[in-house]
């Protein structure tokens, strides 16, 4: 069964940087495509980032330029560097698969918070 844990959350100011890391299990991961997801208090769950299995990028325009989603088929990891956070980037991020959905459980997420 597929495993995804979420780290590298915390606090920050706005203006601040983190980076994100998702560790998956299983094999199947380099095939995949890859992405970060969050969510708000109060707000559905939305993909922020997504990266195929070849490499290529995309983004929602809420984060295009400040987001950077990349990945280590070696590790079996996928990053998101957040740099220039805004308030409004405040949530709980997950990654996942997002082409397929119901494949892996959702992983605990990790936090982050951007005060102003």
């Known amino acids: 069964q597929v495993q995804l844990v979420e780290s590298g959350g915390g606090l920050v100011q706005a203006g601040g940087s983190l980076r994100l890391s998702c560790a998956v299990s299983g094999s199947t991961f380099s095939l995949n495509s890859m992405g970060w997801f969050r969510q708000a208090p109060g707000k559905q769950r939305e993909l922020v980032a997504r990266i195929s299995s070849g490499g290529i990028t995309s983004y929602v325009d809420s984060v295009k330029g400040r987001f950077t989603i990349s990945r280590d088929n070696a590790k079996n990891t996928v990053y998101l560097q957040m740099n220039s956070l805004k308030p409004e980037d405040t949530a709980v991020y997950y990654c996942?698969?997002?082409?397929?959905?119901?494949?892996?459980?959702w992983g605990q997420g990790t936090q982050v918070t951007v005060s102003s």
């Open positions: 996942n698969f997002p082409n397929r959905p119901n494949f892996a459980s």
